[in-house]
């Protein structure tokens, strides 16, 4: 089991930047596939891009695919994710997820560790 804590949020204006950070705990970091998922408000939660455990694949929604990149430092124990040109409908809670046995899923449920999140606003 892996604890995971996101960090990097905050208040952007229309076509900044952010870099979000997700840090593990534990010595199993490197074994587990990670994502990041994101919520807008009183919307469901969707997937936003997932790197495999070696961080050779990964995979995006059609929504970010070109201004958000994901990746990872095993060394570190930490994925990132780094979103540039962002909009005004990126604004979401983004959830960091972990899970073990895949190489990259964009299937909510095949996560078995959450963070808490962090809030990530765009303003036009």
């Known amino acids: 089991q892996v604890q995971l804590v996101e960090s990097g949020g905050g208040l952007v204006q229309a076509g900044g930047s952010l870099r979000l950070s997700c840090a593990a705990s534990g010595r199993t970091f490197s074994t587990y596939t990670m994502a990041w998922f994101r919520q807008p408000p009183g919307k469901e939660r969707k997937f936003v891009a997932t790197v495999s455990w070696s961080g050779d694949s990964s995979y995006y929604s059609d929504s970010v695919k070109g201004r958000f990149t994901i990746s990872r430092d095993n060394a570190k124990n930490t994925v990132y994710l780094q979103m540039n040109s962002l909009k005004p409908e990126d604004t979401a809670v983004y959830y960091c997820?972990?899970?073990?046995?895949?190489?990259?899923?964009?299937?909510?449920?095949?996560?078995?560790?959450w963070g808490q999140g962090t809030q990530v606003t765009v303003s036009s």
């Open positions: 997820a972990a899970g073990r046995g895949f190489s990259i899923s964009a299937s909510r449920t095949m996560y078995t560790n």
